[in-house]
């Protein structure tokens, strides 16, 4: 095939340049001085959704200044559904500058594919690199992470379903954070926060949403930004009860409603359990990823029941999950 035979061209570019002998005399390895060239640094944050990728993004961004943060959440790079999709919000962001948060308009571009993800994020990092500052990867949709990270991508094919093609060969030098969880106490965490971004104003947010001619849309194979979980469960109950006809909130619609958030609720498990299982495959094929254990918080955090910034499951998560990560990002940056 043509890719294939670019590769093969490519390979035999950068293994055969001969050795010059210069005027006087002294060898030249040129293609070797290119080889030795360093890859740029990049701290990269993975983990299933909901494990505090965001909260350490900011933690050590700040701590390890000047940053930048490159988000890798494939329904964050939308513009809208900020508290379906679970935006940090601006003024946790702590002045760190974020990167493809919220770009992107879905009506426009429909569908952002990995393989422009992996074109312009390559551009956003570069740049960050060329400020003198460290890019941070940060965001759970493992598809996005591999086709930036890896040396030859090819967006044909399924890496996390065809464990041999995983490459391991990286074009950049990451550092990699993996924040873990046992899956029992995720789960009741993720059922919490499900139930927190409802108090926050998701069902509103989907409400104004579907406020629109989006309700005659077939979401039958939704796209972009209405793939986001939350989207098609709410898509079912605006149909049956449009946004803003129907006043008290009867018995059968309470129904229909709790329908709904059980259905949420689910399907982020699912994700969470999917998102795991990819991470293992990366670390299975040889990618050195560091496991932080969140799992003691989450217990904590379950048990409070609030998210101040000084309640207990703050020192935890600093001893478990922050100290340990400064430790090897400190370590990473002055090799
Ligand atoms: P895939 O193999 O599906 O491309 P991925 O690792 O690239 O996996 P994920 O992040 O696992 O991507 O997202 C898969 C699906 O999970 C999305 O299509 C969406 O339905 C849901 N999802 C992911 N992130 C979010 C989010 N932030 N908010 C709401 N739904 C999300």
Redesign the pocket.
């Known amino acids: 095939s043509k890719r294939r035979r670019r590769r093969l061209i490519m390979a035999a570019c950068t293994t055969a340049a001969p050795a010059t002998v210069s005027s006087s005399g002294v060898q030249q390895h040129n293609h070797h001085h290119r080889q030795q060239r360093k890859k740029d640094k990049m701290v990269v944050i993975m983990g299933a ?1 909901g494990t505090g990728k965001s909260r350490l993004s900011i933690d050590l961004a700040t701590r390890f200044s000047p940053c930048e943060i490159v988000n890798s ?4 790079v939308y513009k809208g559904l900020d508290i ?3 935006k940090i919000a601006f003024h946790d962001r702590r002045e760190v500058p974020h990167h493809f948060l919220g770009e992107f308009d879905t009506d426009e571009v429909g569908e952002l594919p ?1 393989s422009e993800f992996r074109e312009r994020a390559e551009l956003t990092i570069s740049d960050i690199i060329s400020r003198k500052r460290t890019p941070f990867l940060v965001g ?5 992470v591999y086709s930036l990270l890896v040396e030859e991508y090819d967006p044909d094919s399924d890496v ?1 379903n065809d464990s041999n093609s995983v490459s391991s060969k990286l074009r950049y030098d990451c550092c990699f954070l993996w924040v873990d969880s046992s899956l029992p106490v995720l789960y009741e965490y993720l059922d919490k926060r499900v139930d927190d971004m409802l108090d926050l104003g998701m069902f509103r947010e989907l409400a104004e949403f579907f406020d629109s001619d989006e309700l005659d849309r077939d979401l039958e194979i939704p796209a972009g930004l209405r ?4 989207v098609p469960e709410f898509h079912r109950y605006f149909k049956k009860y449009p946004p803003g006809k129907y006043k008290d909130l009867d018995r059968v619609r309470r129904g229909a409603y709790e329908e709904a958030v059980r259905e949420i609720k689910e399907n982020t498990r699912q ?1 969470a359990k ?2 795991i299982g ?1 991470i293992m495959r990366l670390r299975r094929a040889g990618w050195d990823l560091r496991r932080l254990d969140a799992t003691a918080t989450f217990r904590l955090l379950l048990m409070d029941g609030s998210d101040d910034d000084d309640s207990d499951w703050r020192s935890v998560w600093e001893r478990q999950v922050l100290e340990p990560s400064v430790k090897i990002v400190k370590r990473f940056l002055e090799e």
């Open positions: 959704t959440d494939k329904m964050q379906t999709t679970n990995a759970g949709s493992n598809s996005f996390f793939k986001a979980i939350g994700l999917r998102q990819k």
